[in-house]
């Protein structure tokens, strides 16, 4: 068993541990809001400037976690136009800057998902008469490995984040570490076996959600 | 998106995640009350484990709980600055004659004294041991062309660095910047843990020093100096230019940190038998 020295008793750990997991869980949640209809309507509707958007959902593939976290600090700090929310170094904060950063992955493995069940089966929808919303459905449904891989890689971006949290969280105490900046707190400590020791459990914890998603996805 | 939705959404979705973070957290010893305030800090007092130790006192005592942003005096006083803390507990006496000329502090009280030291590989290829002159130290460092780790972070610890090396005639960072003299842009911990790969010198705050644990060949070579006095000053914000809402529970904090219950705190904390930190409000008449 991983002794977490007096740094961290069993509540405290606990608490990073949930902090973590709600965070990533509500930014995976917000990207997958925006990403599982955004992915697919950019699959099979035709509008003005719609390449446009599937080359911005892929560049943003990239998107640097420092950057963002520094947009959404400027936007939320108390003299930014979002002040009054009050919303800086909070976790509400960090899982927006976690869905920020999980959305256009999201969106882009989503529409390239949904991309060739639309070929084969948009005719028969379309002749079937339904509508998009029902269309978007369908095709999600019939592409859900895959939509379930897109969210999966949503929420890997967003629990192993570090750089986008700490900028707009601030590693408070009981109210904003989580595991990476945790982990970064203990290694500037000089406590490299804590951080390590953390590590393995955030690692833990990534393939066990991960591969409880997949049985779930696969059961018959 | 209407901007005021966007908060009880977020809530409502931290909710829903199913960790039930509320009411475990309510539990939790290190967890916020009702009321709380935002200290922007530097990093000594909350990596060395002081503030862990003084502030569960204080929320006992008052129901106020304090988030600590443990961030570098330049970083604090700029967190500060834009209305995102409510008040600063940073060691950088520029700095913070800056920031209150400014019109951005007001009330600084010093809580907390303790010393740099220069730290160093035992091998001390400069021979800069035993001395109790810094500037002297950075001389034979600098002759010596001895690899010196530089914080490079606007902290309160690289300004006085800087202010030595001005003492001693060098500009390091032009002489030998990416040589021996490796301005890394980063905290204490990140410096230590910096030469203790590289067998350089650094300067350190003594309260990191302590609490360090990555230390490996390093070793204190240089105290004593009074140049290297290290006081803790906390400032409240100027409601003139900072009208955030926390001013009277930061006001409470500031004042039971210089209380004797709080100077005592301060002095109790201790690692390995050593006290990390020396309190030095004066007592309120």
């Known amino acids: ?220 | 998106m209407n901007p005021r939705s966007l908060a009880p959404g977020l809530s409502l979705l931290l909710c829903l995640s199913g960790a039930a973070l509320g009411r475990d957290s309510a539990q939790s010893p290190t967890q916020s009350p009702a009321q709380s305030i935002v200290l922007a800090s530097t990093t000594s007092v909350e990596n060395s484990g002081l503030l862990a130790h003084i502030l569960p006192i204080f929320t006992a005592e008052t129901g106020i709980g304090v988030h600590v942003l443990a961030q570098g005096t330049g970083q604090a006083l700029q967190t500060a600055a834009r209305d995102d803390a409510d008040l600063v507990l940073v060691h950088d006496p520029e700095a913070e004659a800056k920031f209150i000329g400014d019109g951005d502090g007001i009330e600084p009280t010093q809580i907390a004294w303790n010393d740099f030291v220069i730290v160093g590989p035992a091998a001390d290829p400069a021979k800069a041991a035993g001395g109790h002159d810094a500037v002297v130290a950075l001389k034979q460092i600098a002759a010596a062309q001895a690899p010196f780790v530089s914080r490079g972070d606007k902290s309160g610890t690289d300004a006085l660095e800087k202010r030595l090396w001005k003492a001693a005639g060098i500009d390091p960072a032009a002489e030998a910047g990416g040589r021996w003299y490796r301005d890394i842009g980063g905290g204490m911990g990140a410096a230590l843990n910096a030469a203790s790969a590289m067998e350089a010198y650094t300067l350190s705050d003594r309260g990191t020093w302590l609490s360090f644990k990555n230390k490996g060949p390093l070793r204190v070579l240089v105290a004593g100096d009074p140049r290297l006095i290290n006081r803790y000053d906390l400032i409240l914000l100027n409601p003139a230019k900072h009208p955030v809402p926390k001013q009277a529970l930061a006001r409470k904090f500031a004042q039971w940190l210089a209380s004797p219950a709080g100077q005592a705190a301060i002095g109790a904390y201790e690692l390995g038998g050593e006290q990390l930190f020396h309190p030095s409000a004066a007592a309120p008449k």
């Open chain 1, 1 to 220: 068993m991983l002794d977490f020295g007096d740094s961290y008793d069993a509540a405290t750990f606990a608490h990073i541990v949930a902090l973590s997991l709600a965070i990533s869980v509500s930014g995976t949640a917000i990207a997958a809001l925006i990403g599982l209809p955004g992915g697919a309507a950019l699959a099979i509707c035709r509008f003005r400037g719609r390449r446009l958007l599937i080359l911005f959902a892929n560049a943003l593939l990239g998107l640097p976690p420092v950057v963002v976290g520094l947009a959404l600090y400027l936007l939320l700090s108390r003299s930014g136009p979002l002040g009054r929310l009050g919303l800086l170094f909070t976790p509400a904060a960090m899982a927006l800057a976690q869905g920020s950063l999980a959305t256009p992955i999201i969106v882009a493995l989503v529409h390239r998902a949904v991309e060739e069940p639309w070929q084969v089966y948009g005719g028969a929808l379309r002749a079937d008469g339904a509508g998009r919303w029902r269309s978007i459905l369908v095709l999600l449904a019939i592409a859900r490995r895959s939509v379930v891989t897109a969210v999966l890689a949503g929420f890997g971006r967003t629990i192993s984040e570090v750089g986008a949290v700490l900028i707009v969280g601030g590693n408070i105490a009981g109210y904003t570490r989580t595991m990476t900046t945790a982990i970064v707190l203990e290694t500037s400590k000089g406590d490299l076996a804590l951080a390590l020791g953390l590590g393995f459990v955030l690692i833990g914890i990534s393939i066990a959600v991960s591969a409880a998603a997949f049985v779930f996805e696969r059961r018959p």
